[in-house]
């Protein structure tokens, strides 16, 4: 896990498809229980990683990192990757799943390089995550998210690069809100506040629109 500090990226992202299957985690489905719990689903990739703690504020779980390494503060890893070279781990073509809707995003895992990991977290209580890219030749890491789940719902968060300009770009922690209605799956937009390290310290903020 790294600091987070926004950082600008200016060169193209090459990915290629491959065929992924679909692995239930038959331990996080019976930890899901509608009524407390809620299900994430983060989306990664070999050069995109992140993960999630729940319970604690922003300003608890960033100021604890002074002594802690963010495992022993509660960090959960979004995706675990299973030993050897990339791309040849069996992870590297697992999805994680435990039962939460497809969305466009899921459904188009295969035409990309990325894979998916569904967890489930406590709701009602606040839950802080992060995506970023880091790379050799690339890397961006936009602030964190922070929201409260509620009890039943489901939600999927991906790294997503914004443009702004010919030759200016940012990332963003894309988040929404997903609901299955009939045969189809209902994909709503959120604007959760972010975890920013200010002058006063790690504070929760409203996130600022981009340009």
């Known amino acids: ?38 299900r994430v689903r983060l989306i990664t990739e ?4 992140g993960g999630y703690v729940s319970g604690q504020t922003c300003a608890t779980f960033f100021n604890s990192l002074l002594t802690k390494k963010p495992e022993e503060a509660g960090w959960q890893a979004a995706h675990v990757n299973s030993s050897g070279l990339y791309p040849f781990r069996a992870t590297d ?9 497809a969305s466009e995003a899921s459904k188009a895992i ?14 009602g209580k606040p839950l802080i995550a992060q995506i970023y890219m880091g790379g050799s030749q690339m890397s961006c890491v936009p602030a964190p998210v922070t929201l ?5 719902k489901d939600y999927e968060m991906e790294f997503q690069i914004i ?49």
């Open 110 to 123: 295969n035409n990309s390089s990325k894979v998916f990991d569904e967890h489930v977290v406590p709701a």
């Open 93 to 101: 073509t697992q999805n994680s799943v435990i039962g939460m809707p």
């Open 1 to 38: 896990m790294r600091l987070f500090l926004p950082l600008a990226v200016s060169l193209t992202l090459i990915g290629c498809a491959t065929t992924k299957t679909d692995i239930r985690n038959e331990a996080r489905i019976s930890q899901y229980d509608p009524a407390t719990m809620a």
């Open 148 to 152: 409260i789940p509620d009890p039943g």
């Open 163 to 211: 443009k702004f300009s010919t030759f200016k770009a940012g990332c963003v922690l894309a988040v929404r809100e997903l609901s299955a209605q009939a045969n189809a799956t209902v994909e709503k937009p959120l604007s959760p506040q972010i975890c920013a390290n200010t002058l006063f310290g790690w504070q929760t903020l409203n996130a600022t629109p981009s340009p």
């Open 46 to 49: 070999h050069t995109i990683s």
